[in-house]
């Protein structure tokens, strides 16, 4: 048994804007609301681009909605002469909960590297974000059977300097970049191998009681019909889930494990 609240991400990328932002929203309330769904049981959240972040947001607030925001991303720097950059207190002035940081695209398009999303985790804890942070491997990594020590490498990147308080405040987001958008999804044992290596390094490198209470999370091709076997998982704590976010039907059977 574990006390770990699961928690389900719904990472939108780039689709959506306002407007459609704020009606998927609110379709999502609906349906949750009809599936008599536990917020306090199963934390949901939506990640939106940051043009659509301040209008969810006030359509949460105002309707008291349970869903949580998370931005896509965010900025290592402060404040200053960073061009394009969203500052962590900019995003708590939007009353976002949670920023995506190092997601593979992140890495991949725009070159994050563990230095860099070390910096971005620390940025938000700061500013009393909960960092997502986002590790895995790519298929060659995999094939060569180095995903595990890759991964916990990108750990220990983004996690270096930290305390254990300020690691308490991280959620850990396991997105083999193979599995991502492809429709190929890891074997719940691929997600919990994975996710219990990490607990394990942290437990090593951290501290056991955070590593024991640190949410890990699956993301890659998460549906309704494959959810429940994910979450079955004892190391696995919840889902980000890119795709299958944008279908209300879809998200809202995610957040309750159900099959469609
Ligand atoms: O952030 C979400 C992940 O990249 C997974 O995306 P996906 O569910 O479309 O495979």
């Known amino acids: 048994m574990t006390d770990r609240t699961p928690l389900m991400v719904g990472n939108w990328k780039l689709n959506l804007d306002h407007h459609q932002g704020i009606q998927l929203v609110q379709k999502l309330a609906w349906s949750l609301k009809d599936a008599e769904h536990d917020y306090e049981a199963v934390e949901v959240a939506v990640a ?12 949460i607030d105002a309707d008291e909605l349970g869903i949580k925001l998370s931005s896509q991303d965010i900025s290592s720097h402060a404040k200053g002469a960073y061009t394009g950059e969203v500052s962590a207190e900019q995003l708590t002035a939007l009353g976002v909960d949670f920023a995506i940081v190092g997601h593979s695209e992140r890495r991949d398009y725009h070159g994050e590297s563990d230095t860099i999303v070390g910096a971005k985790v620390a940025a938000a804890i700061a500013a009393g974000i909960t960092p997502i942070l986002c590790v895995g491997e790519k298929l060659e990594v995999r094939q060569a059977g180095e995903h595990v020590s890759l991964t916990l490498s990108q750990i220990d990147g983004a996690l270096e300097g930290l305390s254990a308080e300020q690691v308490a405040d991280v959620v850990v ?9 492809t429709g190929e999804v890891a074997t719940p044992e691929d997600a919990q191998e994975m996710a219990e ?14 590593a024991a209470g640190m949410r890990i999370l699956y993301g890659g091709s998460v549906k309704a019909d494959n959810v429940a076997a994910i979450m079955a998982k004892p190391d696995v704590d919840g889902a980000l889930v890119g795709g299958a976010s944008l279908v209300v039907e879809q998200f809202a059977a995610i957040a309750g494990f159900r099959s469609l």
Do not use: K
């Not at 939106?48 to 006030?58: A, D, G, I, K, W």
């Open 173 to 181: 987001a396991y997105e083999p970049v193979w599995a991502i958008g």
């Open 197 to 210: 290596a990490i607990r394990a390094r942290v437990a090593e490198t951290v501290d056991p009681d955070v």
């Open 48 to 59: 939106p681009s940051f043009t659509s972040l301040r209008s969810v947001q006030t359509l």
